[in-house]
């Protein structure tokens, strides 16, 4: 079983941008460059099969292996096992420099209603596609895309915030995960720097993150406010203090 951070999810999808700084500059600019659409994939109640289309916009042959994980989350850290029920056809391919390719992503089995399937679609360049120019990094390309299915069977997501001493909670109590971006915290009218953290959260259903602060945010007369975008809706409230 895998486990990652939201943050390497994410960091999945950006390829080098999210390499430490030292490391990108020794980088040499990968000469394979996939282009990938949708970047979100869904499969709704009674439609077992949806696409994808991968394009090669590098110099190179592009050669990739695809591989579905089932995504889960326990305490707040998200786990990945090979996924039995979802596949993806053709799983292993060459895509020519200026050509696409097509994939099918198929369910093995009927969606039960009430339950959201959560997986991840990992797509990863292979070993020998490019060859590294002398005295540079090779870096091999890595995306993965989120898939969700039957969540058109489960009630919306229902966010909640709670302050506690060094840390924010981000809780979901809805059925459909929880996907925020430009996440912002202000203790009395004052931006808190939240680092990579803000970028990218996913919260299931009954589950929670938490997300480091400064030791004194919560606890205070202060107001601790949270803003971000879920699913592209604007978000704003004001944080719980949990200060037991």
Excluded at 18 to 34: E, G, V, Y
Excluded at 77 to 90: L, M, N, Q, R, T
Excluded at 154 to 164: L, M, Y
Aim: proline content about 7%.
């Amino acid at each position: 079983m895998m486990k990652h951070s939201p943050l390497l999810l994410f960091c999945a999808i950006m390829v080098a941008a999210c390499l430490p700084a030292d490391a990108r500059s020794q980088a040499a600019t990968p000469r394979a460059n996939m282009n990938v659409t949708p970047l979100s994939l869904s499969l709704p109640s009674g439609q077992s099969a949806t696409q994808m289309l991968v394009r090669n916009q590098g110099e190179d042959r592009l050669a990739i292996q695809l591989r579905v994980f089932e995504w889960t989350q326990v305490d707040g850290e998200d786990h990945y096992a090979e996924a039995e029920d979802i596949i993806v056809s053709p799983s292993i391919v060459r895509i020519e420099p200026g050509q696409a390719q097509s994939f099918h992503v198929l369910s093995r089995s009927e969606h039960q209603a009430g339950r959201e399937g959560r997986y991840r679609v990992v797509i990863d360049e292979l070993p020998g596609t490019t060859v590294a120019r002398s005295g540079t990094a090779q870096t091999r390309l890595r995306l993965t895309l989120p898939l969700f299915t039957g969540s058109d069977t489960v009630a919306p997501a229902s966010p909640q915030f709670v302050v506690q001493p060094g840390k924010l909670l981000i809780g979901n109590s809805g059925g459909r995960v929880l996907r925020l971006t430009n996440l912002e915290v202000n203790a009395a009218g004052q931006p808190v720097d939240l680092g990579a953290e803000a970028a990218l959260q996913y919260v299931f259903s009954n589950s929670w993150v938490s997300i480091p602060l400064p030791i004194d945010t919560a606890c205070s007369d202060a107001v601790v406010s949270v803003s971000a975008l879920a699913a592209d809706e604007p978000i704003d409230a004001i944080a719980h203090q949990d200060c037991s």
